[in-house]
């Protein structure tokens, strides 16, 4: 499982492991990294809503929820001021590559 520390917000606030994003975003449950990749067909997360109880990302490609709770168990992960450690899903030896991903405002951790 690869560890890897990036950017909480800003460029490089993505980061690619085998190809599949990761992001840090703030609900008003808190931080966290979450997959930045729909589960239903690959939709952008990143660009999601957060539906009126606060417990699901709704997509904006076809409008399903997804469990807030369900993703932020995927990704194990803490800030510390401008950064964000985490240990992403895969081989450790997986392909890793920091990039820029843009957020919907409910998601945004700003600067
Ligand atoms: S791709 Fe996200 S709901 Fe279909």
């Known amino acids: 499982m ?6 909480a917000a800003g460029a490089d606030n993505c980061v ?3 190809d599949l ?3 840090y975003v ?5 931080g ?14 990143n660009l999601a809503e957060v539906d009126p109880a606060g417990r699901r ?4 490609w076809h ?5 807030l709770a369900r993703l932020r168990r995927q990704v194990p992960a803490v800030r ?19 990039c820029h991903l843009p957020l919907s405002p409910a998601l945004d951790a700003g600067t």
Do not use: K, M
């Open 2 to 7: 690869p560890v890897v520390t990036f950017r």
């Open 16 to 18: 690619r492991v085998a």
């Open 21 to 23: 994003p990761y992001v």
């Open 26 to 30: 703030r609900t008003g449950a808190g």
């Open 32 to 45: 966290a990294v979450l997959p930045a990749s729909c589960p239903h067909r690959g939709g952008p997360l």
């Open 57 to 60: 990302l709704v997509c904006p």
């Open 63 to 67: 409008e399903r929820g997804t469990s």
């Open 80 to 98: 510390s001021a401008d950064t964000v450690t985490a240990v992403l899903p895969g081989p450790a030896d997986a392909p890793v590559e920091l």
